[in-house]
């Protein structure tokens, strides 16, 4: 029996062999073979869902929502310390120094990261401005994001938090952080497909072990989760649903 094991498309591509590393490590321990799915893109990643290929799902809190309320499956762990928080950076060469320096009509470059956007919006209300003020450029990749704002072909970006810090250093040298969020209840979340319940234990005890053998340590570092994971109920997936719902209002 496999199992498809599918990670949302926002991580930093240095941490793509951290992931195959964890996969072959749960793998091991759980004695269950696990195909590790990494779309490209969210709309592939879409696909993959919509098709019901994933049986168990690395995803943001925004699919995770979705997953959890209207698809049924079950949250089980989420990343250790690590919440979903995000960043507005401008180009260093902008002129902009604070967040109201962004106006009415400027552009900003995202990605398809709907969590990402979802928070970005409640940063920019200070500046009095909502989503039909922007002109938004969307964009494939955080480091196109970066691109645009050095560039000066947008006044600012929308990054993962976690992403922009691994952006490269000579990146980050030309690019200014307006504003990070500081939210710390929303986070990524470890979910499973009602169908592979029964194999959910052991899943469970293979993933929430990780970082008690002294090699474990190589495989978190290079997921950029060194704390590692703990176990997540499903009281607390909604009161982090409920979280989401406020900022939308």
């Known amino acids: 029996m496999t199992l498809n094991f599918l990670v949302a498309p926002d991580f930093s591509p240095e941490r793509f062999a951290g992931w195959h590393m964890l996969n072959t490590l749960l793998q091991r321990r759980s004695g269950i073979h696990l195909h590790l799915l990494t779309p490209a893109s969210p709309s592939e990643q879409a696909e993959l869902l919509a098709a019901e290929k994933a049986d168990l799902v690395y995803a943001n809190p925004f699919d995770a929502a979705d997953m959890i309320r209207n698809q049924g499956y079950i949250p089980f762990a989420r990343p250790i310390g690590r919440s979903d928080e995000m960043v507005i950076a401008t180009g260093a060469e902008s002129g902009l120094q604070k967040l109201e320096d962004i106006k009415p009509g400027h552009r900003i470059a995202l990605t398809d990261n709907k969590d990402v956007k979802l928070i970005g919006l409640r940063l920019l209300e200070p500046a009095d401005l909502d ?14 994001a970066a691109r645009l704002a050095i560039k000066g072909d947008v006044q600012a970006s929308f990054f993962l938090a976690d992403a922009y810090a691994s952006l490269t250093r000579m990146t980050r040298s030309q690019l200014q952080v307006l504003v990070e969020s500081r939210i710390s209840d929303i986070s990524h ?4 497909h009602p169908r592979m319940a029964a194999e959910l234990p052991r899943i469970s005890e293979a993933l929430l072990g990780m970082g008690r053998e002294p090699a474990d340590a190589d495989v978190l570092v290079a997921l950029g989760l060194p704390a590692g994971f703990e176990p997540m109920t499903q009281e607390q997936a909604e009161f982090m649903i409920d ?7």
């Open 131 to 144: 989503e039909s003020l922007i002109e938004w450029v969307p964009v494939e990749s955080f480091q196109a």
């Open 189 to 192: 979340v470890v979910l499973a």
């Open 243 to 249: 979280l989401m719902d406020t900022l939308l209002d």
